[in-house]
């Protein structure tokens, strides 16, 4: 059994012993969210971590994810597989267009053409109420799954696949092909590597990850506003991603148990909660600069092979 | 003068009034963009806590404490809120921008300012809870009228202050010792380095006077601003369209975008409606990026783009 096989096992094993350990449904619901949380974080990762792109525009995925299958769902009937299917497609074919910016804008320059289309996409929430209901939201939308733990176990067992997806991707020849366009795009393209392709594929697959966190959202809070997906939950996932360790693995899991349980913990600190949670923040990046992974690894005395 | 034009006017009018606001606090981002290369993404939180700054000094400090009149209390008020906001850009630039310049990397900077933000917007609403405040400047009331179009001695006093300040960083930046060697270290650092120029002091003075100006623009903005701890967060995604309209790092270039966009923004609310503004002003970015990536006035080449 190779040491990979045994840690999904283990990994298997935590998740299915999670709700029995958080029994209150309060602490349920807040695992639900931490399996959409670390989806979020694995689809951000994709393209921030390993193909190098700076992208603040990953809540507009999650929010068609989000729209897409409730409507289908609510106005046209459809059966909520297949609405999630649609709303996928939807959130990878606008992860295509964000691409088609990417391709032409680096650095800060796609960072804040991405906060825009974030932007944008929230607008449009907000404005075209006909289809969206605007601010006023929609309400009693029902989870594909009736109890918190399957619906639990459903997202989980989702981002654990997408994990290993995930994975398996970044160790094939694709992995090395996004990194060398992280590291150094001309040289890339100097080896034959066709950047504008390669970098739609990595938007495209990660704005359908991010869609697919969001076809579960509605339904496990029941109503669907625009405010959930504020330009701030970008950040959000950006946090994740940082604080966990960018371009690895594990980091953003990592990152998004942490991210969702701290404000959790700090809860009884009232109103200095989200104060420390923004200091926190801040002395990861100040003090920890490859996240808690490598801060982990620094600690234990392994040497950091490559940037896996 | 027929009414299609004197609407016409009239809303150009407010747009620039509105452009000069957004030009206060763009011109900071692009400063800092110029000479460091990094985004401060608490630059809105300056903003709100100039606001704030001024709130007080208008209602306290310079009204109840000092005696002075309303319109000099309201004149003292952008002062403390450039000093406040000075003050604040020491502060960032010693725990954040100095530590982490080293590095040369444009990720982790930007990150960190986004948790100084989370801590400054929550540090001002455990202070000053969420009912919105509010304070008027007394130069508001005054109305004048040239033939059919209007406008308050506030936007004159708006237009009039930073048009200054515009041309004071100018002037400063143009025929000052220390501009000209601001302008050494936003070309190329390690040189300027060479010429004897500390590039560290400077990099200091660049975030202290653009946190300076993002303070009085909040002074400026307070009246027109809901003011809660979170007020400068819808001011700064159109500055940041603004400073990249414009052409990141060119303070032409952020000018003449903020103006452009005060002015759409006031045709907007005209003939769509005040909820369309940040989609037509974002819709206008992208339009933009895809066209003309440099920005407005060209200048930075190859580099991000």
Known sequence: MSARFAALLAAVLVVAMLPWLLQTPYWRGILVLCAMNVLLALSLNLVLGYTGQLNLGQSAFFAIGAYVSTILVKTYGWNFWAASLAAVGAAGLLGLALAAFAVRLRGHYLAIASLGFAVITYQVLVNWEKVTEGVRGIYGILPPVGSTIGLFYLVAGIALLVYVLIDNLVRSPVGDTLRAIREDEISAASLGINGALWKAFAFGLGAAIAGLAGCFYPGFVGTLVPDAFNIIESFTMMAMVIVGGMGTMIGPVIGAIVLTFLPEVLREFGEFRLMIYGLALTLVVLFMPGGIVQAWRTLVGKPITGNR | ?305
């Open chain 2, 1 to 305: 003068m027929t009414d299609l034009l004197a609407l016409v006017v009239q809303q150009s009018i407010n747009g620039i009034y509105l452009g000069c606001l957004y030009v206060m606090v763009a011109l900071g981002l692009t400063l800092i963009y110029g000479v460091l290369n990094q985004i401060n993404f608490a630059h809105a939180d300056f903003v709100t806590v100039g606001a704030f700054a001024a709130f007080f000094t208008v209602t306290r400090l310079g009204t109840k404490v000092l005696g002075l009149p309303d319109t000099a209390a309201y004149l003292l008020s952008m002062v403390t809120a450039l000093g406040v906001g000075a003050a604040l850009g020491l502060a960032i630039n010693a725990a954040v921008f100095a530590p982490l310049r080293e590095r040369g990397d444009e990720l982790r900077p930007l990150i960190a300012t986004i948790g100084v933000s989370v801590l400054l917007e929550n540090f001002q609403l455990w202070l000053f809870g969420p009912i919105p405040y509010q304070f008027d400047s007394p130069f508001s009331s005054e109305t004048i009228r040239i033939g059919r179009i209007f406008f308050t001695a506030q936007s004159v006093l708006v237009v009039a202050v930073s048009s200054s300040a515009i041309a004071a960083l100018y002037l400063f930046m143009k025929f000052t010792f220390v501009g000209k060697a601001l302008r050494a270290v936003a070309q190329d650092r390690e040189t300027a380095g060479l010429m004897g120029i500390d590039p560290n002091r400077l990099i200091a003075l660049t975030i202290v006077i653009a946190s300076a100006l993002a303070g009085m623009g909040g002074a400026l903005l307070g009246p027109v601003l809901v003011l809660t701890p979170f007020a400068g967060a819808t001011v700064i995604v159109k500055a940041f369209a603004i400073v990249i309209i414009g052409g990141f790092g060119n303070m032409q270039g952020t000018i003449i975008a903020g103006l452009l966009v005060g002015i759409i923004e006031a045709f907007t609310v005209q003939y769509l409606g005040s909820g369309l503004i940040d989609l037509v002003v974002f819709v206008l970015l992208l339009v933009m990026l895809a066209l003309r990536p440099t920005g407005l006035v060209a200048e930075r080449k190859e580099e991000n783009v």
